[in-house]
């Protein structure tokens, strides 16, 4: 089957973690559609710029609209943002046929109805999709699970960390004490801000995405000027102390409510108990709670911002075509790759199994025990991470000694402990515990 081709207009830094995720990604890419993604033409004003990222791979235009005019040009992906120019070439790329993809919330939350009716009337009828996964939370596949995973759901309401900037600066300004403008610029200097930070500040960035999880949780138009918006600048740093004092902690939240006389869609500054998760979702992190009547309460947490984790939303939705536009045999497979792609890649035996661990012994409480216990771990390669030794209680000649190793090969460990199981002076067997980072 044909590649799906396709033309990337703007090529910053989302557009250049696009091309980098799917040129790197290609062949598992491959596997799971059945057919290649190929970015064939790039426009951008900064051509030298958009050379540098792509090479000899995509022809590099200055002219957007060669991109939209070209015919073998399948869908359009606009990086552009803003409401200006970005809104002319979408409409126009809908007009020419072409299928959408955008990371634009700004342009969905105010212009949204206007370009999905003109979506659905294009190709005389026909349709062409405008998908925005990475609209909403960067890389969390939030709009996918609002249109398909809870689908079944009536859903209650959505609430999110949604604007990692006014997260980061909130998370700066409760850890270090910063005031409000330090954390903004350091927030600026790692690039979570939107051009106009006053929209980050202001709540607006929040707005413009929870009104769009807004219509897609409840089936209602997109509604950015009916949403409040209430932004961190007002926010005193002794609140969020006092907050913190009574057991709370202060998130700019977007929240989508259905109430019984209709929908709350709002951004402000919200108390959260801080044994809620969300309530820790500290940094730039994102993090959105969506409830269903079948479903209950659930979690969904990420990177909101940023070149790859953005990146991986706008193929994610270009995968979504090239599926649905291919044979019907290719549209999305039960198990998500296509099933005479699938690898036979052996589940490893546990014994192969890198990670690190948690041991415990029970020690006779003399001289030389631990030198014992690690000379044998070492001649298996097992490096130490950490030891406690607990002191042996009064009138006891016995203690634990507890360690903590660095990753190494279970089939060692276990080669390991039948040695120090068999010293006279571990009283019983270890205690082995697997221990994982998930950093
Ligand atoms: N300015 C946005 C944020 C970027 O801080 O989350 C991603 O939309």
Redesign the pocket.
């Known amino acids: 089957m044909k590649a799906l081709k396709v033309g990337l207009l703007g090529i910053g830094t989302v557009g250049s973690g696009v091309f980098t995720v799917l040129t790197r990604n290609q062949e598992e890419i491959v596997r799971r559609t059945g057919r290649g993604i190929e970015i064939s033409m790039v426009a951008d004003l900064d051509t030298a710029r958009a050379s540098a990222v792509v090479g000899n791979a995509a022809a590099v235009v200055s002219d957007a609209r060669a991109v939209i005019a070209n015919p073998e040009i399948d869908v359009v992906i606009e990086l552009i943002g803003g409401y200006g120019i970005a809104k002319a070439l979408v409409l126009e790329a809908i007009a020419a046929g072409k299928h959408v993809v955008t990371a634009n919330?700004a342009l969905l939350a105010v212009h949204g109805d206007e370009i999905f009716s003109a979506a659905a009337k294009a190709r005389n009828g026909a349709g062409v999709m405008v998908l925005f996964e990475a609209a909403v939370a960067?890389g969390i596949p939030i709009i996918k699970t609002l249109r398909e995973g809870l689908t079944a759901n009536r859903i209650q309401w959505v609430a999110g960390i949604?604007?990692?900037?006014?997260n980061f600066i909130l998370s700066e300004m409760r850890d270090k004490g910063q005031d409000f403008a330090t954390a903004l610029k350091a927030?600026q200097g790692l690039g979570?801000?939107?051009t106009d930070p006053t929209?980050?500040i202001e709540g607006v960035?929040a707005a413009h995405?929870v009104t769009l999880m807004s219509a897609m949780a409840f089936g209602i138009p997109v509604q950015f000027d009916k949403a409040y918006v209430e932004g961190i600048t007002k926010l005193g740093a002794e609140d969020i102390k006092y907050a913190e004092q009574l057991g709370y902690r202060i998130k700019l939240l977007g929240i989508a409510k259905r109430v019984e006389s209709g929908i709350e869609l709002r951004v402000h500054p919200t108390l959260i108990p801080t044994k809620r998760l969300i309530a820790n979702v500290e940094g730039?992190m994102?993090a959105v709670m969506v409830q269903g009547d079948a479903v209950g309460t659930t979690l969904y947490y990420g990177k909101?911002?940023g070149s790859e984790p953005?990146a991986s939303a706008v193929v994610a939705d270009l995968v979504d075509i090239a599926r649905m536009t291919g044979n019907a045999s290719q549209a999305t497979p039960a198990l998500a790759f296509q099933p005479s792609s699938v690898s036979a890649l052996p589940i490893l035996p546990i014994e192969q199994v890198v990670t690190s661990f948690y041991l415990r012994m029970r020690v006779a409480d003399e001289a030389g025990v631990l030198a014992k216990v690690t000379g044998i771990l070492a001649e298996q390669g097992i490096s130490i991470d950490a030891v406690i030794q607990k002191e042996a209680k009064d009138g006891e000649n016995q203690t634990d000694l507890i360690i903590l190793t660095h990753d190494c090969v279970e089939g060692k460990v276990g080669m390991a402990l039948r040695q120090v199981e068999a010293l006279s002076s571990v009283l019983g067997s270890v205690v082995k515990i697997r221990k994982e980072e998930l950093a």
């Open positions: 919330k960067g949604i604007n990692g900037t006014t927030a979570y801000a939107e929209f980050d960035d995405k730039a994102n909101g911002a953005t």
